[in-house]
């Protein structure tokens, strides 16, 4: 059985909400959750919400849900994403690219994907990085 969750917005909080929309300063992904919860708190079903905020059933009721359970501030944000952390960090790739804008080693005309790895793991921790990664970055 489905539960059907009940979002009932204090003033405060619909003053929030409205003055985000109104900005447009915040990513649109908390802007579509920020439009759910008004028309969820206007009343309007997760068909009729899913429908003028283009979004997916899941994404409505998701949002309710995470309303309802835990807060405003927790149904707006990002929830972490699955999978295997960063490897390299944002100070680490700005490295990656300073090395690959800097000359090449002696005897090589330019920069491989296997010389900037290699070149990587002297200049940092890394005990090993993949071309794949250098490649992505």
Not at 22 to 32: E, I, N, Q, T
Not at 109 to 118: C, G, K, Q
Not at 120 to 126: A, G, I, N, Y
Request: aromatic share 4%; net charge positive.
């Amino acid at each position: 059985m489905n539960v059907r969750y009940r979002v009932d917005l204090d003033q405060p909080e619909r003053d929030e909400l409205t003055g985000m929309l109104r900005s447009g300063k915040h990513p649109a992904r908390r802007l579509k959750r920020a439009q759910i919860l008004l028309a969820a708190d206007a009343g309007l079903s997760d068909e009729a919400i899913a429908a003028t905020v283009v979004v997916g059933g899941s994404t409505v009721y998701r949002t309710k849900r995470r309303f309802v359970e835990m807060g405003l501030e927790a149904a707006l944000s990002e929830e972490p994403r699955p999978g295997a952390e960063r490897k390299l960090s944002g100070k680490e790739e700005a490295l990656l690219v300073a090395t690959a804008c800097s000359s090449p080693p002696p005897g090589r005309s330019r920069w491989t994907l296997e010389l900037l790895a290699d070149a990587f793991v002297k200049l940092t921790e890394h005990e090993q990085l993949s071309r794949e990664t250098v490649r992505r970055r």
